[in-house]
């Protein structure tokens, strides 16, 4: 590492760049990079954000476990994933920039705004620390820049630890050009409950931030905006999937915590009651799927919310749902697993048990919104397919979508999404509860309170008139018309659209939140002169129509996901005993075709430089 | 459950459209000759005509078991779920359909066992539900397996040897859970004090849970037997707002008054081992009921659109 005189500043003009702050748990990274987000979005930028997490809530101070923070990228266009290594970092400490370095989360050229008190701490054993982490990273070829952000921020308040974030900000501000105006007017914001003088310390923290990056940093950075000609918002997937869900009509939420799903529960309990609906918090994530089927049967539109453990557990009741055909949107918000894994990070391997997690067959809808901003529609879409296919309805999203931070286009509401979800009109005469359309497996839900309705539901093999029966015919009719009504819904989906060219070498297929990478890679292997496009599937059962037929028309198909996946060539790893990616198992099944597959499953969004990788070694 | 507008009207005399205990039959029962759902069976479709509840307005629950056979003999809308499960589902429906009046009919494994944790949860939720706990200390359906409440000792396809602990009491179990608001027991060979308890489980508004004490006539034909044969060995406990059946004095020689709010006195009797207790032990009435406290008025659909885009406000760019 080498670091930087004074000299003349220095101007450049990029069309992005990705920054994180660095910080010990508690020192405030967050609000910090939350301000700077919404300030770069509302000057005009794509933004994407990203949340570092440490496991525990209060860690160990100054250690590599410790580190917590968030990672923005932004740019002149639109942002649709998290990028490759950043480019600056501003860092409290040397452990917790230590720790980035080691998970390669730097660029080589990256720069490091640092915290200089360490070096010369009073104790020996953190400036022995100190040197030994800048040892280890001395295998780069990062800029260090060393700023006294604890002593600048002790002129303006008596505990830096509430205040460092805000001068960082500054730094940031200045080095990119932010508008001030804005910034105050989000830490206003912030700080809105608070007496005003506190606004005032944060804006002045903010100044002296860029009055020292001024005087000190002779470079700066213009990333140039577009003007916005769209009404546009910014939130996260689980606030996005939370406001879909009111927008949904859903009226009751039972949940019971589970990271990364929880907030999604936390944005609807703060306001799910204005819309005459609730939050349950049950004993376990058994009650959930039970109290939210009750309600359903009852005739409210329900949802429950988890994320892998927490499927498990709901997979008898799931079966009940399917098996008595009572509408339930399940909400999973993907984590690594097996067992309790990676509680905060993003995995996407709750495909095949989201589709087959239950003994007997048991058909049902699994969607996977590919954005933040899908987030929020897949609510309404669930909703609606499941009230029209008396069905479950699982929505797929992942940590990654959960605390990632984009805009998109803010939704023109309809009111037709609020309509009641049962018809109370009085039932046609000998009307059975289970009156199949012997097509489409349709039949007319009949809720409780409904004169002359009444029958008893049961998860046991049944006829049309819910009276249990185990005759071969019987459960036969019942298994066929519970299937399909699948391929019925596949009959009303459009095959996926392709991006980049209707055939060629490689399709890349993913699933839900890859897709920003994912086309960033197909972007740079165009560029790079190669016949690569990719596609990215929603519906995951039943799948979109016509994919064998598009599979035809390229060369070789992978699928790039997040899960586990063998390679061939390690120990006992052959054609024949290779276990495949998730969504690859189930398209060879589907089509036929040999449908290779690249997967990783590092706890972390995919990177498209990895993507483009894979790709370079699959095309050969 | 509040009765009180209904009861007062008095339909089954005035109305000349009045339901009888029969019209509440759907299929006919298909226990074994002797079970003691049968008796649970009978006073509940007493109660329904008595009540002259709407068939349509009312569920009954159940989880899996012979006990959980009960909502298809109900002429009522029923949902036979999954073993262990009905009260999540209640829970569910009556936070949906407040207005329904909704029962729960489990059995000893499908509630202490299996179901025990949404057991504690429900009584502390304290939702407006009857729950009728039919009690035959062995896992009937699956064939003679040990249930928790099986008396220790008893021999069973996993217990060959007789079971070795002893067995779990529900009554306790349930009046150590905060926010219990009722809690009886009574037992399928005393019909007219199973009539008169489910009446006044009915009647409360909350939790109403009744344990109803009864044989398997394949598997424990004999584990009420001394006390069936021999009165004195019973207890009834009375009072003014307990459980009143008329003419059980004569049978019961033996009777306790005993106030139904006194939860120490509720938990110290539930404890004791000497007499088999029938009656109302505990009952509150002043607990939050989970479907009053939840309940939120509703709003039109242009109000919450209306709301959302004040919502959107706060994340606009
Ligand atoms: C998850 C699950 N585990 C086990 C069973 C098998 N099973 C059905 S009923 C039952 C026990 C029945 O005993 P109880 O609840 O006392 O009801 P009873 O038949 O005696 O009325 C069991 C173990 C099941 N259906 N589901
Ligand atoms: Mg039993």
Request: a negative charge; one cysteine or more; proline letters at 5%.
């Amino acid at each position: 590492m080498n670091s930087i005189a004074n000299s003349k500043t220095s101007i450049s003009t990029v069309s992005e760049h990705t920054v994180e702050i660095i910080t010990d748990s508690g020192e405030g990274a967050q609000k910090c990079a939350h301000v700077f987000g919404q300030t770069c979005a509302k000057m005009g930028n794509g933004v994407w954000t990203v949340e570092i997490i440490p496991a525990e809530i209060e860690p160990p101070a100054h250690t590599t476990t410790s580190t917590s923070g968030n990672i923005v990228r932004f740019g002149t266009e639109k942002i649709t994933n998290w990028g490759d290594q950043s480019k600056l970092a501003v860092a409290f400490n040397d452990q917790v920039c230590l720790s980035r370095h080691r998970l390669d989360s730097f660029d080589d050229n990256c720069i490091i705004l640092h915290e200089c008190s360490w070096e010369t701490h009073e104790d020996e054993n953190v400036r022995e620390q100190y040197a030994k982490a800048m040892e280890e990273m001395s295998s780069k070829n990062y800029r260090l820049i060393k700023v006294p952000i604890e002593e600048e921020t002790l002129k303006v308040v008596d505990n830096a630890q509430h205040g460092k974030n805000m001068f960082a900000l500054g730094l940031l501000a200045e080095i990119y050009q932010r508008d001030l105006s804005i910034i105050e007017k989000q830490i206003a914001h912030i700080f809105r409950h608070k007496p005003a003088k506190i606004t005032e310390i944060n804006v002045e923290l903010v100044k002296r931030g860029m009055a020292w990056a001024r005087d000190n940093l002779k470079f700066q950075y213009i990333i140039e905006s577009k003007p916005v000609v769209e009404n546009r918002v910014v939130m996260t997937g689980n606030q996005a999937a939370a406001l879909g869900a009111v927008a949904a009509g859903m009226e009751l939420c039972a949940m019971y915590p589970i990271t990364p799903a929880t907030s999604v529960s936390h944005e609807l309990a703060a306001i799910i009651e204005n819309y005459g609906g609730i939050v349950h918090q049950a004993e376990d994530e058994i009650a959930a799927a039970g109290v939210a089927l009750g309600a359903s049967y009852g005739g409210k539109v329900a949802l429950t919310v988890t994320s892998g453990p927490g499927m498990a557990l709901k997979t008898e009741f799931l079966a009940l749902a399917i098996m008595s055909e009572i509408p339930l949107v399940v909400l999973d918000v993907q984590r690594g697993g097996p067992s309790t894994g990676l509680p905060t990070k993003v995995e996407q391997s709750d495909l095949l048990s989201s589709l087959y997690g239950q003994p007997g067959d048991a058909p049902r809808i699994v969607i996977a919104p590919r954005s933040i901003e899908e987030c929020f529609h897949s609510m309404i879409t669930a909703r609606r397919i499941a009230e029209t296919f008396r069905c479950v309805v699982i929505v797929l999203t992942d940590a990654n979508l959960a605390s990632g931070v984009q805009q998109f286009t803010r939704p023109e509401f309809d009111s037709r999404w609020q309509q009641d979800p049962v018809d109370f009109s009085a039932l046609p005469e000998g009307l059975r509860p289970y009156d199949w359309d012997p097509e489409t497996g349709l039949s007319r839900r009949i809720v409780p309170g409904t004169p002359g309705g009444q029958h008893t539901v049961t998860g046991l093999a049944h006829d049309e008139s819910s009276k249990v029966s185990y005759d071969p015919e019987s459960n036969e009719r019942g298994c066929r018309m519970r299937s399909r009504k699948l391929a019925v819904l596949q009959s009303t989906l459009l095959p996926p659209p392709i991006y980049g060219e209707e055939k060629g070498d490689l399709l890349v297929v993913g699933w839900g939140s890859t897709q920003g990478a994912i086309e960033e890679a197909v972007d740079r292997a165009h560029d790079a002169g190669l016949s690569v496009s990719s596609c990215q599937l929603t519906f995951l059962s039943p799948l979109e129509p016509g994919l064998k037929e598009i599979f035809s028309r390229y060369r070789k198909v992978m699928t790039v996901e997040i899960n586990y996946s063998d390679t061939i060539g390690d120990p006992y790893i052959t054609e024949e005993t290779r276990r495949y990616g998730q969504l690859a198992w189930i398209l060879r099944a589907q089509t036929l075709v040999d449908i290779d597959c690249w997967t990783s499953c590092p706890g972390q969004p995919l990177r498209p430089n990895d993507i483009y990788n894979s790709i370079l070694e699959k095309i050969k | 459950m509040n009765s009180n507008v209904i009861s007062l009207l008095n339909l089954e005399n005035d109305n000349p459209q009045c339901l009888a205990a029969e019209d509440y039959q759907k299929d006919e029962g298909k226990w074994c000759a002797g079970c003691g759902d049968f008796g649970a069976l009978n006073a509940v479709k007493r109660l329904l005509a008595k009540e002259q509840l709407k068939p349509e307005k009312m569920a009954f629950v159940s989880g899996i078991g012979c006990s959980s056979r009960f909502p298809h003999y109900v002429n009522a809308y029923g949902f036979h779920g999954i073993h262990g499960r009905a009260l999540p589902i209640a829970t569910g429906l009556k936070l949906a359909r407040p207005e329904l009046d909704v029962f729960v009919v489990m059995g000893d494994g499908d509630c202490t066992s299996i179901g025990a944790g949404h057991w504690i949860h429900a009584t502390r939720y304290n939702a407006n539900l009857t729950v009728l706990l039919l009690d035959n200390n062995i896992y009937g359906l699956t064939k003679n397996q040990t249930s928790p409440t099986s008396p220790q000792g008893t021999i069973s396809n996993t217990s060959p040897s007789g079971s070795v602990l002893p067995p779990l009491d529900p009554l306790q179990a349930t009046l150590g859970v905060s926010n219990a608001s009722f809690v009886a027991q009574t037992a399928d060979w005393v019909p007219a004090h199973l009539y008169a308890t489910l009446q006044a489980a009915y009647e409360h508004r909350g939790f109403s849970f009744v344990r109803i004490l009864q044989r398997c006539p394949k598997f424990t034909p004999d584990v009420f037997t001394e006390q069936v044969k021999n009165p004195d060995l019973t207890e009834l406990l009375v009072h003014e707002n307990g459980v009143n059946a008329p003419g059980l004095d004569k049978l019961f020689k033996a009777s306790r008054e005993h106030d139904p709010t006194d939860i120490d006195e509720a938990r110290a009797l539930a404890q004791r081992t000497d007499l088999l207790r029938l009656g109302m032990f505990f009952r509150d009435e002043s607990f939050p009921v989970y479907d009053d406290i939840r309940t939120v008025s509703p709003v039109s659909a242009q109000e919450k659109i209306r709301k959302l885009e004040k919502e959107f406000d706060r994340y606009a760019v």
